[in-house]
């Protein structure tokens, strides 16, 4: 045993400079698995950051829509009342970039996503694996309060139905 430690996966919450990402892998080049929670830049820089991460395989986004610019208002807009998109609109925002980020960064095998939101007259909730190389369809559901379930397999790193 040589004594020398690998890092291969890494959780960061709530990235406020775009350097961080470049940081992290000029110091843990062989990260695999990447969590990116509440604070992921916007969509073209982080496609950008993740690029260099050859080894990456699995990207988790906990809680990243409004950084990633997934249809929800500014943090300063949201005072003027705009409404947050539904369910059915999220969900086809997130396949949109989820599908641009594989291509753009060929390593990627898988992504969990966590999101979730919650208003005066609605809830939903969005959690689980979707597969990088899939084609990635919602299905509604027949459920009330337009409740609408996705199903996304992982071969590799999951299998698991989606709730929205």
Same mark, same amino acid.
């Given at each position: ?11 960061? #919450? ?6 961080? %990402? ?5 110091? &843990?080049?062989?990260?695999?698995? *990447? +969590? @990116?929670? #509440? ?6 820089? %982080? ?5 260099? &991460?050859?080894?990456?395989?699995? *990207? +988790? @986004? ?103």
């Amino acid at each position: 045993m040589t004594g020398d430690w690998e890092v291969t996966g890494l959780h960061l #919450r709530q990235v406020a400079d775009s350097l961080v %990402l470049p940081i992290v892998h000029s110091v &843990f080049p062989r990260i695999s698995t *990447l +969590t @990116l929670e #509440r604070g992921c830049g916007h969509i073209d820089e %982080l496609i950008t950051f993740l690029r260099p &991460f050859s080894s990456l395989q699995v *990207l +988790t @986004l906990r809680f990243c829509f409004q950084h990633l610019e997934l249809g929800y208002p500014s943090p300063a807009d949201r005072c003027l009342r705009v409404p947050i998109p539904g369910p059915d609109k999220t969900e086809a925002a997130m396949i949109q970039h989820t599908s641009r980020i594989a291509r753009e960064v060929p390593s990627i095998e898988a992504f969990y996503i966590e999101e979730q939101d919650s208003g005066v007259d609605r809830f939903w909730a969005f959690r689980g694996w979707t597969d990088a190389r899939e084609d990635m369809t919602m299905m509604p559901s027949s459920e009330p309060r337009q409740i609408y379930m996705a199903t996304y397999i992982s071969q590799k790193h999951s299998c698991t139905t989606f709730f929205i």
